[in-house]
């Protein structure tokens, strides 16, 4: 069994940056291929960055690329989401999600494991 908690949300203006970090307890924490999602308000729940079991290769959605970055720590159990640039359409609920594969997945329904999110805003 896997649980996640993420950390690092709060209230940024736009330009701002944030680092969202989540740490991973249970077992075989380096099989796994780990993502962020978010749930703007209203809206369902989106892929926002994915990365490999062991980190070397990393997908974004389009909105995402070039302003976040996806990184993990396998010695430490964490992942973190850089977020730079940020926008007030980035405001959401930040997920972090595993699944028991060396490749990640941009669907939500492909995860096995998620965090209880941690809330991003972003002020105009």
């Known amino acids: 069994q896997v649980q996640l908690v993420e950390s690092g949300g709060g209230l940024v203006q736009a330009g701002g940056s944030l680092k969202l970090s989540c740490f991973a307890s249970g077992r075989a924490f380096a099989y796994k291929a780990m993502a962020w999602f978010r749930q703007p308000p209203g809206k369902d729940r989106e892929f926002v960055a994915t990365i490999t079991a062991d980190g070397t290769n990393t997908d974004y959605t389009i909105s995402a690329k070039g302003r976040f970055t996806i990184s993990r720590d396998n010695d430490k159990k964490m992942v973190y989401l850089q977020m730079n640039s940020l926008k007030p359409e980035d405001t959401a609920v930040y997920y972090c999600?595993?699944?028991?594969?060396?490749?990640?997945?941009?669907?939500?329904?492909?995860?096995?494991?998620w965090g209880q999110g941690t809330q991003v805003t972003v002020s105009s």
């Open positions: 999600a595993g699944r028991g594969s060396y490749s990640g997945s941009s669907w939500v329904n492909d995860y096995d494991y």
